[in-house]
């Protein structure tokens, strides 16, 4: 029972949260605010995770995992009630900013939970399904907004009622079993020292997950598709990676991770010279789509279900901390570096950026154990 309560928590809690950065999206533009400030709102969420991250450890040594998992479901209520109650757009971001916070420590307490929960021969199917129903909850958040509408609190009610529900799955959520005595200070830096190859998968996962997300509807616009159909793209994305996710988790439990990270690599890479083809055929996108989608959320599985069966208590919380940040990282760094590239070589040059770093990430995991 206790999986089951907290993938129904996360389920109601995620899909809430996920309407709510469209709706504030729209409704700022529709106020005729500028697009850097909109940009900086998305900014604020990043940042605020970046920035909470490393303290998760310590914080979870005080508070305990569990109350630090409930608590975090309070806080986008609070800040649904602020979108509610005014419509300044400084009062927003910083809303924005502890919608991040929070949601940074609710996603790094999850996996946590979630990966301490599972037992060590079923630790890989059980992440796998987790991360799937994470993956449906990023289709079906926005899905929500075209029954609900962007405009008036609609929206914000529907959000409402589904974060009350994700709060209401954890009623008699029991607490695991003690931490570990892993000092404080080292939890977060324990896996850069001791694996730092998932760190850098992490990193490769938020990588190939965020560029692809930004620039593919570009690519296909350049290709002559429609902007339907280029927002379709940013859907295969999320279908891939919700596809991956079970059947992969299933083969960790059987197959040396190392060999399935290279798969899922290898996926990536034929995703990259996929694009190659797109200007002579445009459906080629489509499997890039889908291929980038699965290597992104793949990767992340993989580490995920490495770390659950290395680390326990406070050392398991700082470690997938340390992954939550590097994603975060690489899902930051993507979109800058492929705007930097397309703007000196419009034609390949995001393919050829995708190819490279993927080559980077199959050459060090060749050298290194």
């Not at 994470?134 to 289709?139: Q, W």
């Not at 589904?162 to 029991?174: E, I, N």
């Not at 859907?235 to 992969?248: D, H, R």
């Not at 397309?342 to 050459?363: E, H, N, R």
Request: proline fraction near 5%.
């Amino acid at each position: 029972m206790t999986l089951a309560r907290l993938f129904g928590s996360t389920f109601c809690e995620l899909i809430g949260v996920l309407m709510l950065m469209p709706v504030l999206t729209v409704q700022l533009a529709a106020q005729g605010q500028p697009a850097w400030l909109i940009g900086l709102f998305g900014a604020a969420l990043y940042l605020a995770i970046f920035i909470v991250t490393p303290f998760t450890a310590r914080i979870t040594r005080r508070c305990g995992l569990r109350e630090i998992y409930i608590a975090t479901g309070f806080a986008p209520l609070l800040v649904v009630g602020v979108f509610v109650i005014t419509e300044a757009p400084g009062v927003w971001l910083l809303a924005v900013a502890v919608l991040g916070a929070s949601g940074g420590l609710r996603w790094v307490s999850a996996e946590s939970y979630v990966a301490s929960a599972a037992t060590p021969a079923r630790r890989g199917a059980v992440i796998g399904a987790f991360q799937t129903m994470v993956g449906a909850c990023f289709v079906l958040g926005p899905a929500m907004l075209t029954l609900t509408g962007t405009t008036g609190h609609l929206a914000f009610q529907v959000s409402a009622v589904l974060l009350v529900a994700g709060l209401l799955c954890l009623w008699g959520l029991p607490a695991l079993p003690a931490a570990d005595d892993t000092p404080v200070p080292g939890a977060f830096t324990r896996l850069w020292r001791e694996r730092p190859l998932l760190v850098l998968a992490a990193l490769l996962g938020g990588f190939l997950e965020s560029g692809p997300a930004t620039f593919l509807p570009v690519e296909a616009l350049d290709a002559g598709l429609s902007g339907r159909a280029a927002a379709g793209l940013v859907a295969v994305l999320g279908v891939g990676g919700f596809v991956i996710q079970f059947p992969l988790g299933l083969m960790a439990d059987r197959f040396p991770a190392a060999s399935l990270l290279r798969a899922m690599l290898v996926a990536g890479l034929g995703g990259a010279l996929l694009l190659l083809l797109a200007a002579r055929w445009p459906a080629a996108l489509w499997a890039a789509a889908f291929l980038w989608g699965a290597a992104g959320g793949g990767i992340y599985t993989l580490a995920m279900v490495t770390v659950g069966h290395a680390y326990t208590g406070v050392a398991l919380v700082g470690a997938t901390s340390a992954l939550v940040f590097a994603f975060a990282g690489g899902a930051a760094l993507s979109p800058a570096l492929t705007g930097g590239v397309m703007q000196v070589a419009p034609s390949g040059g995001f393919a050829a950026l995708m190819a490279a770093v993927i080559c980077i990430g199959l050459w060090v995991l060749r050298t290194r154990r």
